[in-house]
C-alpha cells in the first residue's frame, strides 16, 4: 500500500493504492452512480453503472473495480457517460417485469430510485417479457425472478458475510437466473439458515419478506456496514 | 387570445390518471380559462378533431382499437403525452405479456366460469394485439409523464409549463409507480 | 536428460526415419480423420512390406481434399494423393511397392497453395507422427528446450522474446515478450503457466491442427516459458470438443515426463515443471482469459474486470502467464533460431508468421501459414484458388464474432494487426471466412450476433441484455420489419455495448455489425426502404 494522487473530475486527490476509483470518489463527495456494488461485500463489476472514462484508458473503466495508480486522470461524468448508464437503465428495465405499481418495494427500489435519478422516463427498448419463474417455497421470504437485475448481492453477502453458499447464478446470457442450492426450492434448502441477509441486500423487490403489500419492502442494508464496524473492518 | 385545444384518450388503463388529473381541483378552473377540451372522456364528443395543440393518452396499446386511437391522435395532435406507467411501460396491463393471447382468454373465460364459456371475440369487440406496448412503440411520443397515476402536482405543473411555452421535467416530480 | 542424450535419440530416429525404401504419409488429423483416414492408414499398414514406411502424420492443409496420403518412392519425389477412399488401398500399394503408376487424383505440389506457405508453426504438420515423441526430436524438438536450461537466465530468455517480435496469437496481439517480462517480474511463491486452446471461433481451426499434429512443440514452448517467468506449474484449457487433440496432447505429456522434458530437475537443473489437461465444457467466453481462470479454479466461467491483469493476479491469485496455442508453437523456433531471426519475417510491427484457417466460399479451404504482411488479395486468390463456381468474391469476414467483414476494394491490404484494425476488423485468431456474391451481409451480422447473445456469460448488462436487442433489430431489418428507428438504435447499441461491456466478447460483439454498416451500410438501408427481398436464412 503507497500513498498517491490522483486528479478525479478536474480535483487533485490523495488516495491510497489498495483503494478503487469509487472508494476515493465517494471519500471525496463525488457522486458515481452504483447498482450491483455494495460497500462490504467485493466488488462484482457486473452492472457497468459506475463506468468512468480513465485517460488512456481505450474505454471506459467499472469505478468499483479499478484501482487508484499514480497520476490516474478520472472523469467521472461526461454526456456519453450519462447515456450509456441511462441506457443500462433501460436495459435492465427492459429484460425483467419491474412493474413498479404493484411492487412491494415501490418507493424503497434502488432501480427504480437510479431511473429517476438519471432522468430514464422510458425505455426504448422492447421488453423482452420473459416468463421468470418465482419461489415463494420459504417460509418467511420470497423471490421474484421478474424483479432481479442479477446484481449478485445476494449470491456474495451469502457467501462472504453469512458463509452459507446457498445462492448462484445458473443459465448463461439473458437466461442467467438466481438459483438456491443447485436448483432446489429455497423452502427446502439445506444450506440456507434462514438469516435473511440476502433479502436486505437485494436493491430491488426480488427478494422480499412476505406478507408485505405494495409499497411496504424496506430494506435495511446499512446493517453491512454495521457489521464491518463491528468487526473493525 | 385563443384556447389552447386538448385532446386526452383512455386506452389500456384504469382510468386512474384522468382522474388524477381531475385531482386538481380548483385549479382547474385557472387551467381551463387557457385550454379547450376538444376531444375526451371528460367531454362529450365522439370526433377527434384534424387538429389539436395536445394530446394526452392515459393507457397502454393492447387491442386493435387502442392501436388505431393512438395514431389518430399522433396524427391529429402537435404534441403528444404518455401520461401514466401503462402508457409508458405497459403497467399492470402489460403483465399478460408473459402468456400468449390463448393463455389469457382460457383462464379468465374458460377456467374461471362456471357458466357460458365463449372467446370474447367478434363484432364489435376489438381484437387483442399478441403483446401489450406502450404507446411510444407504436408512435412517437414528446413528453413522459411517469407515476401510477401521475399526482394532480405534476400534471398542474407539466401543464402550466407548456402552456409558459417551456418544456418540463416531470421526473423532478415523479417516476415510475409514484 | 542433457544435449548428447538428446542428439543420440534424433540422429537414431533420423537414420530409422531414413532407413525405408518407401514412406507413406497419410494425415490423420481431424479433418481427414473424419473420413476415416486412420482406417486407411491400419489398412496400408497391413499392407505394405516392411520396406515400406506408413506413418500417420498431422495436418496436411489442404483440407476440403482430404483425405490426403502423400508417398514418397524415389527420394525427393514426393506425390500427394487427394480424396484416397478405403479401397483405394490396393492401388496405392501397387504404386508404392511395385512401382507401378496409380492412376488416383492427385494433388499438385507445385501449386500456389504449398509453394508460396512459409511455415514456422505448422512446420512438422504432415511431416511427423504426432505421437511419436522421437519424430519431434528428429526435428530438432526439445532442442530449444535443452539450450535454455543450461545456457541462458530466464531474463535472457524474456529478452530473446522481446527482440522476436512475437505478439499473442490469441486475438489481442499484446507483446509476448512484454507479457513474460511482466510475470518474470512479479514476485511470488507460485506462478503458473497456461496454454489457452479454447478456441472457439466459428471456422477456426488453427489451434486444434496444431495440437493434433505436433503436440509436443506445445510443451517445450510452456517448459521454456515457465522456466522464463518462473513458473513451476502448467495447465492447458482445452476445449472437450476437440477430443483427438486431448487424446495427443495427454500421450504427449506423458511422453515428455518419461523423457524427462517434463517434471523435477528438468535436465539436471533445478528446474520443475508439470503441466496438466483441463477441460472446458464449451463455452466461448472462456477463452477470454480472466472467465478461463475462473473455469480452471472450478467456479463459474465468468470473466472479471481488469485491471489487474493475470500477470499479476491470476490463477489462485497467483502470476500467471497465459498464452494461446499458436503463440506457444513459435517459442522453440525462436529460442532454437533466434529473436533477431523471427523479427526479420513480416511487417515492421507484426512480426513472424500467421496461420489461417480458410473456410466458406473459397477452393481451398484448409489450414496455411504465411509470413504477416502478406497481401489479402495472394492468400484468397493465390494459396486459397479464389471463389468456386464462378461467382465473384464479396468480402472476407476475419476475427470470428468479434472482427468485421473486409470487401473486395481492401484485398490489397497486406495482413497485419493494424492493417486489419484499420479495416475495422482484427486479426482475432486467424479464421477466414471467405463470401461470395450470394452472401447477404445483414444476415451475416445477423448470425454473429445469434453467436455472441447465445456465448454471452450474462454477467455484465450490456452484454447479456445488448446483445439481445441487437440481434432483434438485426432480425428485424433482414427480416424486412426493420425502420430507420431500429437502424439509428442499433448504431447507439454497438457503441454502447462496445464501450461498456466487461471483457472482450462484449466489447466486440458489434464488430461485425459496425464493418457490415461501413461497407455494405446500402443493404440495410435497401431492406428499410423495402427495395430489396428480406434476407432469410442462407
Known sequence: MSVLTLTIDGQEVGASSDQTILDVAKAHKINIPTMCFLEGLTPWGGCRICVVDVEGAPRPLSSCTTHVTEGMVVTTTTGKLESYRKMILEMLYAEGNHTCSVCVSNGHCELQDKAQEMKMDHVRLPYLNQNMPMDSTHEHFGLDQDRCILCTRCVRVCSEIEGAQTWAVAGRGVDSHIISDLGTPWGESDSCTSCGKCVQVCPTGSLVNKGNAVNEQIKKVNFLEHLLQMRGQ | MSKVTVATVWLDGCSGCHMSFLDMDERLIEIAEKIEFVYSPFVDVKELPESVDLGIIEGAVSNEDDLKKALKFRKSCKFLISLGDCAINGNVPAMRNKFSVRECFDRAYHENVTEHPIDPVGEGVPALLETVKPVHQVVPVDLFVQGCPPSADTIYYVLTELLAGRTPDPTTMTRFGA | ?538
Open chain 3, 1 to 538: 536428460m542433457n544435449l548428447d542424450e538428446l542428439n543420440e535419440i534424433k540422429e537414431k530416429q533420423k537414420k530409422y526415419n531414413q532407413s525405408f525404401d518407401s514412406y507413406i504419409k497419410v494425415c490423420v488429423a481431424a479433418s481427414c480423420k473424419s473420413l476415416k483416414s486412420d482406417q486407411i492408414k491400419d489398412a496400408m499398414r497391413e499392407k505394405m512390406d516392411e520396406k515400406c514406411q506408413v506413418k500417420g502424420v498431422g495436418c496436411l492443409g489442404l483440407c476440403s481434399k482430404g483425405p490426403l496420403v502423400s508417398v514418397t518412392v524415389d527420394t525427393n519425389k514426393q506425390i500427394l494423393y487427394e480424396s484416397v477412399k478405403a479401397e483405394d488401398v490396393e492401388t496405392l500399394f501397387n504404386a508404392t511397392c511395385k512401382k507401378e503408376a496409380a492412376k488416383l487424383p492427385q494433388c499438385s505440389l507445385d501449386q500456389p497453395f504449398f509453394k508460396h506457405q512459409q511455415k514456422i508453426v505448422l512446420e512438422n504438420s504432415g511431416e511427423i507422427d504426432p505421437e511419436v515423441i522421437e519424430d519431434y526430436i528428429e526435428k530438432d524438438g526439445y532442442q530449444a528446450l535443452l539450450k535454455v536450461l543450461n545456457e541462458y537466465g530466464p531474463e535472457e530468455v524474456v529478452r530473446e522474446m522481446m527482440d522476436s517480435g512475437l505478439r499473442g496469437r490469441g486475438g489481442g496481439g499484446y507483446p509476448t515478450g512484454l507479457k513474460w517480462a511482466t510475470v518474470n517480474k512479479a514476485r511470488s511463491d507460485l506462478k503458473y503457466v497456461i496454454c489457452n486452446a479454447d478456441e472457439g471461433d466459428p471456422g477456426a481451426f488453427m489451434d486444434r491442427a496444431v495440437l493434433e499434429s505436433d503436440p509436443h512443440r506445445i510443451i517445450e514452448g510452456m517448459a521454456i516459458a515457465a522456466y522464463a517467468v518462473g513458473a513451476s506449474r502448467g495447465y492447458i484449457y482445452v476445449r472437450a470438443e476437440y477430443p483427438l487433440a486431448i487424446e495427443r496432447l495427454k500421450r504427449a505429456i506423458r511422453k515428455a515426463r518419461s523423457k524427462g522434458f517434463l517434471g523435477q530437475n528438468i535436465s539436471g537443473t533445478s528446474f520443475n515443471f508439470e503441466v496438466d489437461i483441463r477441460l472446458g465444457a464449451g463455452a466461448f467466453v472462456c477463452g477470454e482469459e480472466t472467465a478461463l481462470i475462473a473455469s480452471i479454479e472450478g467456479k463459474r466461467g465468468q470473466p472479471t474486470p481488469r485491471p489487474p491483469y493475470p500477470a499479476e493476479v491470476g490463477l489462485w491469485g497467483k502470476p500467471t502467464l497465459i498464452n494461446n496455442v499458436e503463440t506457444f508453437a513459435n517459442i522453440a523456433p525462436i529460442l532454437r533460431k533466434g529473436g533477431a531471426w523471427y523479427a526479420s519475417i513480416g511487417t515492421e510491427k507484426s512480426k513472424g508468421t500467421k496461420v489461417f484457417a480458410l473456410a466458406g466460399k473459397i477452393e481451398n479451404t484448409g489450414l496455411i501459414e504465411v509470413p504477416m504482411g502478406f497481401k489479402l488479395r495472394d492468400i484468397i486468390f493465390d494459396i486459397g484458388g479464389g471463389v468456386p463456381e464462378g461467382l465473384k468474391f464479396k468480402a472476407v469476414q476475419t476475427g470470428g464474432p468479434s472482427g468485421g467483414c473486409i470487401p473486395e476494394d481492401l484485398l490489397d491490404l497486406h495482413v497485419s494487426y493494424e492493417s486489419l484494425r484499420e479495416a475495422g476488423s482484427i486479426m482475432g485468431s486467424g479464421g477466414m471466412i471467405i463470401m461470395d456474391e450470394t452472401s447477404k451481409m445483414v444476415e451475416v451480422a445477423r448470425y454473429f450476433m445469434e453467436f455472441c447473445k447465445s456465448e454471452s456469460c450474462g454477467k455484465c448488462t450490456p452484454c447479456r441484455v445488448g446483445t439481445v436487442h441487437m440481434h432483434d433489430i438485426l432480425d428485424r431489418i433482414a427480416k424486412g420489419t426493420g425502420t430507420e428507428a431500429d437502424l439509428s438504435l442499433l448504431e447507439e447499441l454497438c457503441d454502447m455495448v462496445g464501450q461498456t461491456s466487461l471483457c472482450g466478447l462484449g466489447q466486440t460483439a458489434p464488430n461485425p455489425v459496425l464493418s457490415t454498416l461501413k461497407y455494405f451500410r446500402h443493404e440495410y438501408d435497401n431492406l428499410i426502404q423495402k427495395q430489396e427481398q428480406p434476407q432469410v436464412n442462407q
